[in-house]
């Protein structure tokens, strides 16, 4: 089955305790992008990849790191997570269509707790 | 970086035709309009994209005019399982891709 999948779903930790929440899709997708989506302000990209050793930032980088060594794989790490970083974690795939159109699919979602 | 304006909510009855508007001036010529759907704690499901006029398949239809300035997401005959929040995304993966804050649709019997 085609899909994006995110480990863990659920994850509680401490101020300042590195973390790092892998992502990955069966679709051979060339296009990765992480989220964050809070309460009342929609869905914020983090940082996209284009392509393996290609990362952009997005509209909220900071506190975040991304790599990007296999086509697969996108993980998210947070080096020093703060309570500002609580939040519902999204991953995504983009495949393109026709003409610069594309579609955009998303894994299940990381709920990340840091106290 | 186009930036979108949806309803917070809207409400509606089951069998009705639902329309959410999406206002988007400042689109850019290389942008798409994408519309999705999600559920509480699930990620984000792609509804529907259009560049310009009138695109359809079996769940919905958008509506673009010509300016493309806005964009209209149309759905046929609703069902309470249709309860859930829309999102209109206007952009070009090549650069960072904003969602807005979504409709939040409401689907009674």
């Known amino acids: 089955e085609a899909q994006v999948t995110q480990n863990p779903r659920y994850l509680i930790t401490v101020t300042g305790k590195k973390l790092t929440v892998t992502c990955s899709q069966n679709?051979?997708?060339?296009?990765m992008s992480w989220y964050r989506q809070d309460p009342g302000l929609g869905l914020r990209q983090i940082y996209y990849?284009?392509?393996?050793?290609?990362?952009d930032k997005g509209d909220v980088p900071e506190g975040y790191k991304v790599s990007r060594k296999e086509k697969r794989n996108f993980p998210l790490i947070l080096e020093s997570p703060s309570p500002n970083q609580t939040s519902l974690y999204f991953c995504?795939?983009?495949?393109?269509?026709?003409?610069?159109?594309?579609?955009?699919?998303f894994g299940p979602g990381t709920r990340l707790t840091v106290t | 970086l186009a930036k979108t304006t949806q309803p917070i909510s809207m409400d509606s009855y089951e069998g009705q035709e639902v329309n959410i508007t999406c206002s988007h001036n400042?689109?850019?010529?290389?942008?798409?309009i994408t519309w999705y759907q999600q559920f509480p704690s699930q990620g984000p499901r792609f509804i529907i994209q259009?560049?310009?006029t009138k695109v359809t398949n079996e769940v919905a239809s958008l509506f673009i005019p010509a300016d493309r300035k806005s964009s209209t997401l149309s759905l046929p005959r609703v069902s309470l399982s249709d309860t859930a929040v829309y999102y209109c995304?206007?952009?070009?993966?090549?650069?960072?891709?904003?969602f807005g804050k979504g409709t939040m649709l409401l689907v009674s019997p």
């Open positions: 995504a795939s983009i495949s393109w269509t026709s003409g610069g159109a594309y579609e955009q699919y």
């Open positions: 679709m051979n997708h060339e296009y």
């Open positions: 990849s284009m392509n393996v050793e290609v990362t």
């Open positions: 400042n689109i850019a010529t290389n942008d798409y």
């Open positions: 259009g560049y310009k």
């Open positions: 995304l206007v952009g070009d993966p090549y650069s960072t891709l904003t």
